[in-house]
């Protein structure tokens, strides 16, 4: 079966660790996305990605880092300069990232600062 | 200024109760309007994308209609299985290609 797939599902982060979260599609999309999600706010853009070994960042990029060294694998490292980092974090993918192109969704990693 | 808004924050509906849920946005040139459900814990799953004002889809109980400012999401006779949190987000030339989401309605349909 096609899909995105977030792991791990939980993640604790002691203060000052880096942490690194994997997301991985098969569905052959050139465009990845990762987002975060608190409550009651929307999600927020972190990076995208619209082709392999290029990214940019998107409106809340400080504190975190990704890599785009293959098609299917985006991952995103939360750093120690994210200050405030528990939050739900979505990836994403959509076939080109262009106009009208709808986004699909992985299951998500809940990460908590302990 | 908050580009998209949901209203409301949450609705409890009995089931069978229609309703309607609202996407209001102040961007301007939209290139799309899209819909999603999520379930708690879960990532959003891709319910409808609406381009142009006056447009329509639909998907079992589920109806989404688009204007000029704003889309709703109508429900028809809900089931408990709809209870979810309903997101909408907008993709605008004043932002490139990237999708603004809402920040939801949380939708709880009782038997």
């Known amino acids: 079966d096609g899909g995105i797939t977030q792991s791990p599902k939980y993640l604790f982060r002691k203060e000052g660790q880096n942490v690194t979260l994997s997301c991985e599609q098969n569905l052959n999309h050139d465009a990845m996305y990762w987002y975060r999600q608190d409550p009651g706010q929307g999600l927020r853009l972190i990076y995208y990605?619209?082709?392999?070994?290029?990214?940019q960042k998107g409106d809340i990029a400080e504190g975190y880092s990704v890599s785009r060294e293959k098609k299917e694998s985006f991952p995103l490292t939360v750093t120690s300069a994210q200050k405030n980092p528990t939050a739900f974090y979505l990836c994403?993918?959509?076939?080109?990232?262009?106009?009208?192109?709808?986004?699909?969704f992985g299951q998500g990693t809940r990460l908590t600062v302990v | 200024e908050d580009q998209v808004t949901q209203s409301p924050e949450a609705l409890r509906l009995q089931e069978g109760e229609s309703s309607s849920l609202n996407c209001s946005y102040t961007v301007s040139g939209l290139r799309g309007l899209f819909w999603y459900r999520q379930d708690p814990g879960k990532g959003p799953e891709f319910l409808f994308t609406l381009y142009s004002a006056g447009e329509e889809k639909e998907k079992e109980r589920l109806k989404a209609t688009l204007t000029k400012k704003e889309s709703f999401l109508h429900i028809t006779a809900p089931k408990p299985e709809d209870s979810a949190t309903y997101l909408c987000?907008?993709?605008?030339?004043?932002?490139?290609?990237?999708?603004?989401f809402g920040a939801g309605t949380i939708l709880r349909v009782k038997s």
């Open positions: 987000a907008v993709q605008a030339m004043e932002y490139g290609n990237k999708l603004v």
């Open positions: 990605s619209q082709i392999v070994n290029d990214f």
């Open positions: 994403a993918s959509s076939i080109d990232g262009g106009v009208g192109t709808e986004a699909f």
